[in-house]
């Protein structure tokens, strides 16, 4: 397993952005499908945005419908690092946005990742 370590999370109002960082170790994650998740009070986590190699340092990712047009799933290889670039942020996405891993071709679920991180918080507010 990767040991992935999340940051970048705060409080900022609608419309603004943020960016969250997921700096990996014990592994390069450069074959690695990663993923961002998140999890607001009394709801199930769900799949915000995936990257998956589909060779020669060619990623392909997805994106829950939600985010669509407004977040970006990103990688810095040389740093080890997956981030998740967030524009025009809304209420509704508050919550623990929690990085995760895995040695699968592409998911949305969480099963199939086995490392994570241990979340970092998100809350848009006026």
């Known amino acids: 397993q990767v040991q992935l370590v999340e940051s970048g999370g705060g409080l900022v109002q609608p419309g603004d952005s943020l960016s969250l960082s997921c700096v990996a170790s014990g592994q390069t994650v450069n074959t690695y499908t990663v993923a961002w998740f998140r999890q607001a009070p009394g709801k199930e986590r769900e799949f915000v945005a995936g990257?998956?190699?589909?060779?020669?340092?060619?990623?392909?990712?997805r994106y829950a419908d939600s985010v669509k047009g407004r977040f970006s799933i990103a990688r810095n290889n040389a740093a080890n690092t997956v981030y998740l670039e967030m524009n025009n942020l809304r209420p509704e996405d508050t919550g623990m946005y929690y990085c995760?891993?895995?040695?699968?071709?592409?998911?949305?679920?969480?099963?199939?990742?086995?490392?994570w991180g241990q979340g970092t918080q998100v809350i848009v507010s006026s």
């Open positions: 990257s998956t190699r589909i060779g020669s340092n060619v990623y392909r990712t």
């Open positions: 995760a891993a895995g040695l699968v071709q592409d998911s949305e679920i969480q099963s199939d990742y086995d490392s």
